[in-house]
């Protein structure tokens, strides 16, 4: 009797997965591809466009691709193989616990997943701090978030270790961000002056965000085991794209400046 429910699941197998159905498969696989495919090579041409709704673009594209991938993928099983309801449940049922000893690692970045996509401690586009690892989140896929590092490299980090981790957002869906950059002056220096310097240099970039304040904290340190005093500088950079040209745009321009009004550093 045993023998004989095997071989008849084994001829429904074959008969599921000849060579016609196979093909439509494939092919149905590569739909769901270029599809995918097409649909972000369109959104990236939308954001260059609408540089502003940039975030909003690639967050959308993202609940797309996540969706088209699951349901097409589905669908396309169902509707090309058309399993009979008793091997559907006996497969799932099998595969499941199969899934569950041997991928239980990638089904734990798949929940992940779905849990980034509707929690979302973090967007597509936002720059993010994560375990000595900081840039532009670049994607949200189902079982990987990728991170384009500022020193142009692509970093793939399982989704699963978002749940346990600690992640910062600098911008958090916003386009602007702030950027904190310190100075610092002898203890003898006029510290107003430094001040005044450092905020008009930092208000007439073409990068500073103005629409929100500029702020100071200004503390003692140690510098080169000498004591001396900190400005740090707080702005924000209109599109976190800027974020190191807006930085390295009044660093450069400060110390020029600090030079000319005789400034006094440490040293």
């Known amino acids: 009797m045993n023998d004989g429910n095997i071989v008849n699941d084994l001829t429904v197998v074959v008969e599921l997965f000849n060579v016609y159905a196979l093909m439509l498969l494939f092919i149905g696989g590569f739909v769901l591809w270029a599809l995918n495919w097409g649909i972000s090579k369109a959104s990236l041409k939308i954001t260059e466009k609408m540089p502003t709704r940039r975030f909003l673009i690639l967050q959308i594209t993202t609940l797309v691709g996540f969706v088209l991938y699951t349901v097409g993928t589905i669908a396309l099983v169902i509707g090309v193989l058309q399993p009979p309801k008793e091997f559907m449940l006996a497969a799932g049922g099998s595969i499941a616990v199969a899934l569950g000893f041997a991928l239980k690692d990638i089904a734990a970045s798949l929940v992940a997943g779905l849990l980034l996509l509707f929690d979302r401690p973090f967007r597509v586009g936002d720059r993010v701090s994560f375990d000595n690892v900081y840039g532009e989140i670049v994607s949200i896929g189902l079982r990987t978030v990728r991170l384009q590092t500022l020193d142009d490299n692509l970093v793939t980090i399982p989704n699963s270790r978002f ?99 005789q400034v006094a550093r440490p040293g």
């Open 163 to 261: 749940i346990t981790d600690v992640v910062a957002s600098g911008n958090a869906g916003e386009l602007d961000m702030m950027v904190v950059t310190d100075f610092h002056v002898a203890l003898n220096a006029d510290i107003e002056q430094a001040k005044a310097i450092v905020e008009e240099i930092i208000v007439t970039s073409r990068y500073a965000y103005l629409k929100k304040p500029v702020t100071f904290a200004i503390e003692e340190i140690e510098v080169g085991y000498r004591l001396a005093i900190r400005l740090r500088a707080k702005a924000y950079v209109l599109d976190v794209h800027y974020e190191k040209a807006f930085q390295s745009d009044i660093v450069v321009r400060v110390s020029k400046r600090f030079t000319e009004m």
